[in-house]
């Protein structure tokens, strides 16, 4: 059964940083997409980061560019996300997900998600 598992939540202040880790088990991911995204209380889901298969591609949303870096290890089968001078509009609920491509990735067209880490920013 496939799953994925996010930690390194948790709360900062604005301007700080955090690392999220997702392990992905069940089977290997290495020949899809994997990303994060994150939905706040009362608003629709957002993507985040998508990197390719191979590391070799990767997006980030306009918001977060410059600031989030995210990261794979195939071998591992893990996705990271550094997070950087995080701002209180970046506090919401962040989950690691998988799917085909990066293009579906993007537009949030995920075969599997995990719970998600909560992230907290405070002013």
């Known amino acids: 059964q496939e799953q994925l598992v996010e930690s390194g939540g948790g709360l900062v202040q604005a301007g700080g940083s955090l690392r999220l880790s997702c392990v992905a088990s069940?089977?290997?991911?290495?020949?899809?997409?994997m990303g994060w995204y994150r939905q706040a209380p009362g608003k629709e889901r957002e993507f985040v980061a998508a990197?390719?298969?191979?590391?070799?591609?990767?997006y980030y949303a306009n918001s977060v560019k410059g600031r989030f870096t995210i990261s794979r290890d195939n071998p591992k089968n893990t996705v990271s996300l550094q997070m950087n001078s995080l701002q209180p509009g970046d506090t919401a609920s962040y989950h690691c997900?998988?799917?085909?491509?990066?293009?579906?990735?993007?537009?949030?067209?995920?075969?599997?998600w995990g719970q998600g880490t909560q992230v907290t920013v405070s002013s």
């Open positions: 997900a998988v799917s085909r491509d990066t293009v579906r990735m993007r537009g949030l067209q995920l075969d599997y």
């Open positions: 069940g089977r290997t991911f290495s020949k899809d997409a």
């Open positions: 990197i390719s298969y191979n590391g070799g591609i990767t």
